[in-house]
């Protein structure tokens, strides 16, 4: 008995991680298919990437000291921005591969995850781009005064850019992770309201990381975040009333 109940553990641990193979390889296509088309607008998107920071650079324009530089910031711009425009795709592979450790009324809330998810991310890289950039450069390239001049490289920039850019649309995820967890039965809003302080602290803490080194990035950051893990938590526990409802009704039955 006990050897049947190993086999079928292993058997079990070895179909999710197929799965999860399977997944992840469907991501990596959609990836590179989604930065093929992104690079053929590589030069408009690079113009509206600049925008940010050229008000601060002498002519405008940043700098490269290599011949394949620029070629490779382009490169690694189409690849971000197919990360952006591939979102609702990958996160339909997520879905599908948590979807199996839901409820049957739970599966129903697919259209509802990738479109959510995506909204959130794409927030997260619009709340860079037109709030968290600016502030960090209106900062960053003034500190000091106005006699020295900024000569930034694509490549430093480029990193900067993307680092942030992403960053903040995973932070943007926080309210949707917390929900799927939910839904799995791992947290709880009873849970999440009683560890608030940590969370909170948690959040804190990845703002400071993520955000330029001053004090307004932080809080503009923190803020956010910390309202999405609020509703988060509204968001768990209207679940868990659903999920207590059914439950009652199948009962009786």
């Known amino acids: ?36 088309i992104c690079y053929g607008f590589s030069e408009k998107i690079f113009n509206f990437v600049r925008a940010p920071i050229a008000p ?7 700098i490269y000291t290599g011949p394949l530089d620029k070629f490779i910031a382009h490169l690694k711009l189409a690849f971000v921005c197919g990360i952006l425009v591939s979102c609702p795709f990958w996160l339909y592979q997520v879905w599908k591969f948590i979807a199996p450790g839901l409820y049957a009324k739970e599966r129903r809330y697919t259209l509802g995850f990738i479109l959510s998810g995506t909204g959130l991310f794409l927030l997260g890289a619009l709340f860079s781009y037109y709030i968290a950039l600016p502030m960090a450069f209106q900062f960053l390239m003034t500190y000091g005064g106005d006699i020295d001049k900024p000569m930034i490289s694509i490549d430093q920039y480029m990193g900067f ?10 932070a943007f995820e926080l309210p949707l992770v917390i929900v799927v967890l939910g839904m799995l039965g791992i947290v709880s809003q009873a849970f999440l309201k009683k560890n608030r302080r940590y969370a909170i602290m948690t959040i804190a803490v990845i703002a400071a990381i993520i955000t330029p080194p001053d004090l307004l990035s932080m809080v503009m950051m923190l803020a956010p975040m910390w309202l999405l893990f609020e509703i988060s938590v509204i968001i768990v526990g209207v679940f868990e009333n659903k999920r207590d409802l059914a439950q009652r009704i199948n009962e009786r039955e």
Request: charged fraction near 20%; hydrophobic fraction near 45%; charge should be neutral.
């Open 1 to 36: 008995m006990r050897s049947e109940e190993l086999d079928s553990k292993a058997q079990s641990l070895y179909e999710h991680l197929a799965e999860l193979r399977k997944r992840l390889i469907n991501c990596a296509y959609i990836l590179v298919i989604a930065t093929g």
């Open 56 to 62: 601060y650079l002498p002519g405008g324009g940043l």
């Open 161 to 170: 850019f993307t680092q942030m850019c992403l960053m903040f649309g995973v």
